[in-house]
Each structure stands twice: as C-alpha cells, then as structure tokens.
C-alpha cells in the first residue's frame, strides 16, 4: 500500500493524524484505505519514531512539530484524529476550533462529546470535538446500552484486560483517565449510577487477546433474555470491527455476565491487539459518517 495524493479529488476530505504512536500508526493504514477519507500528514514530535519512519517509507508526508504542524498546513484539514494524551487534547481543541476542523479524539481527555457509532451516530453532525472515550468503552458500551434497555440493571463492572505489548506510552501515561472516562461512558449510556471499571495490563506470553468482562446485578436477568439483546448489538458493532466476539453471556439469580474478545484485522498491528483495532475502527467510521454528511450536503456524490 502506497500513498496518493488526492486531497482535493471530489467525495473526500482531508484528514491528518496527530501522534505516531501505535494507535496513530493503525489509523493511518485504516485511513489509506478508505474511499472517503484523504490522508495529508501524520505528525509526531520525534523524527526517529517508529510510526514516523513508516509513514515516511509509504509516502505519506510527515512532521515532527506535533499540532503546530497541522496548524500550519497551507489548507486546514477537515478532520484530525488525536491519538496522543489526555493531557494535550484541550490545547488541540483550542488551536484547531477557529479553523473549523473536526476533531476526533482518541484519547480519555472527558472533553468532547462521547461517540459510539451504533448508538449515538447522529451526534456527529452536531459536536466538533467527538470523543472516542475509550477501547475498553467502544467494546462494552454498545452491549450494556442494550441490555438497561430491557432490563433494570443496579450495578456494572466493567473489566478490560489488554497486551502489554499493544499498550503503548501515551496509555500508560493515562491510566487513571482511562478508567474514569470509561466509567463515565458506561453511566452516561446506561444511566446505571453505580459503576466500576477496571483496566488489567496482561504480561502474558503468547500475548492476550484484548477482552472486556461485564459483570452485571439486575432484575429478571434470563441466560435467554441477555443472550437476545448482545447478539443484537454484537453484530452492529461487527459490521465496522470484524473481530468482535462474544464469547461468554449468561445469567442466574439476577447476576449477568458478558464478555468480549476484539482481534485486529489490521496488517500493521497483531491480532492480539483489538484494543487499538476496535477504538480506530469506531473512530474511522464517525470520519466516514461526518464525510458522507458533509459531501451529501454540498452536493457531492461519490462514484
């Protein structure tokens, strides 16, 4: 795969990564594929990044200022996908605002407005700073919104166990977010109050498949009834994260438990790492989504 450029071609928008890291790294090649989506910068701070040096070997242009070299480009981007800390996103969100570039944020910064493409799509015409929350939050928010709407849930845990090797630094800088921002998510969508998440960091040789656990207390739980709701939503958020799987769902005495496994089906991270491939999947489709409303309002069609 090579790169294009085809940033003004007619049915595209324009679309830069900031961060090199492994999540903006799997971004890049999910966005080299789309048929919407033109790639125009990566931006890092670190010449020697490794994400960098592969971005510069497939032609895509690279910078090393971070998010002074997306401010500077000739044309605003459309749309830039934040993949480098919580920390930095709010001074993202304030130099990219007068430009009125769409910004996706797939750090746990708690600022824009929380996205999961199979619930709340429509938000996306309406915020310009969407949050991705988190992949732990990508993978169980789909299925706990559809269980509470069936059924009286009084407590969720939420426990994400990921590779080691798929967690890169920016995470580890942001561990504490992460579970507050998932949590969050979890309250917002469900309207459960009492929440808990929990993130484990698996050192495991061969790595572990990312998996996301819910426990859940509740009324009238039925192996059954839980069996109807999170086939349903599994297989929504499987049309955009071809690696979603159930892999346990059942309920006795108004106890509930689900768990999920993500593979990524990318070609630059392993398939242990479903924790990047979900969130990047889901953040590519609420690009795909803004594209196709913002083209179909100007009239453009693509072939």
């Known amino acids: 795969m090579t790169y294009d450029d085809n940033r003004t071609a007619p049915g595209r928008l324009s679309v830069a990564v900031l961060g090199a890291g492994l ?27 490794s994400g960098l040096r592969q971005a510069a070997q497939l ?13 500077a480009a000739e044309r605003p981007f459309d749309v830039v996908f934040d993949a480098t ?5 709010a001074e993202h969100v304030a130099r990219l605002a007068p430009l009125g570039t769409m910004l996706i944020d797939l750090t746990p910064s708690k600022q824009g407005r929380m996205i999961f493409p199979t619930v709340n799509r429509a938000d996306i015409a309406t915020h310009r700073d969407l949050s991705m929350v988190s992949c732990g939050g990508q993978a169980a928010v789909p299925i706990l919104r559809a269980i509470t709407q069936v059924h009286r849930i ?24 992460y579970v507050e921002t998932t949590q969050d998510a ?6 459960v109050s009492d929440v808990k998440a929990i993130l484990n960091i698996s050192p495991a040789r061969p790595p572990a498949t990312f998996r996301v656990a819910m426990s859940l207390l509740g009324e009238d739980l039925t192996t059954e ?11 929504e958020v499987r049309s955009f994260a071809r690696g979603f799987e159930v892999k346990a769902c059942s309920a ?29 999947s889901a953040a590519l489709l609420v690009a795909e989504s803004y594209a196709a409303d913002r083209l179909s309002t100007a009239g453009v069609v693509n072939s």
């Open 23 to 49: 999540i903006g790294i799997d971004l890049m090649t999910k966005v080299l594929r789309s048929d919407r989506l033109d790639l125009g910068l990566v931006a890092g701070r670190d010449e020697a990044t």
């Open 59 to 71: 032609g895509v242009p690279v910078a090393t200022g971070g998010i002074g070299s997306i401010v």
């Open 85 to 89: 800390s919580a920390s930095a996103h």
């Open 154 to 177: 009084d407590y969720i845990e939420v426990v994400t166990t990921a590779a080691t090797l798929s967690i890169g630094h920016g995470t580890r800088m942001n561990l504490d977010e």
């Open 186 to 191: 979890v309250r917002t969508f469900t309207g």
């Open 225 to 235: 009834s839980l069996r109807s709701v999170v086939a349903g939503a599994a297989a």
């Open 252 to 280: 006795d005495d108004g106890k509930g438990f689900v768990a999920v496994e993500v593979t990524s089906s990318g070609d630059r991270i392993p398939r242990y790492a479903g924790n990047l491939d979900i969130i990047n």
